[in-house]
């Protein structure tokens, strides 16, 4: 059914990440508008640097002025994390039931072996290459088809 020994489970891991990583930026692209929470971060991005100048200049005016707004963007803030928060919803009760069979097949068998360090870290919930070598495959994979599908634009 699963591979149960390296190589063959450290191949399945990655190509697990790979399609989990693909189908959440798939469906952040499908479900949100890029461009519309591009434009909302920058807004908020801009009203914070003026709320901070104008506190560290002191300048009480401008200060009253921004904090009149600070509804306004809070209901950005709000819509964003709405827009992100979607995509979660779906993909986390499939992959909390994913993660307790793949936890209890792979309890205490190597999946990967990392050069220098082997199959366990000395980490307290990192231990097990189970975790570390998915996580890391899945940050691999997340950033690049988030790039791809435009989900995260590269900044200049």
Request: charge should be positive.
């Amino acid at each position: 059914m699963l591979p149960e020994s390296i190589p063959s489970s450290t191949l399945f891991m990655l190509l697990l990440a790979a399609l989990i990583s693909f189908l959440t930026s798939l469906a952040n692209r499908l479900l949100t508008d890029p461009e519309k929470s591009k434009a909302i971060r920058k807004e908020v991005a801009e009203w914070t640097a003026a709320l901070r100048k104008a506190q560290k200049d002191d300048d009480k005016k401008t200060v009253e002025k921004l904090m009149k707004k600070q509804k306004q963007i809070m209901q950005l803030q709000t819509k964003l994390s709405w827009q992100q928060m979607k995509v979660t919803l779906i993909f986390i009760i499939p992959l909390f039931i994913i993660w307790q069979f793949l936890g209890s097949f792979y309890f205490g068998r190597p999946v990967a072996y990392f050069p220098g360090v082997g199959d366990v870290l000395p980490l307290p919930i990192f231990n097990y290459s189970l975790i570390w070598w998915y996580l890391l495959c899945s940050m691999f994979f997340g950033t690049i088809f988030s790039h791809v599908f435009g989900v995260i634009e590269i900044s200049d």
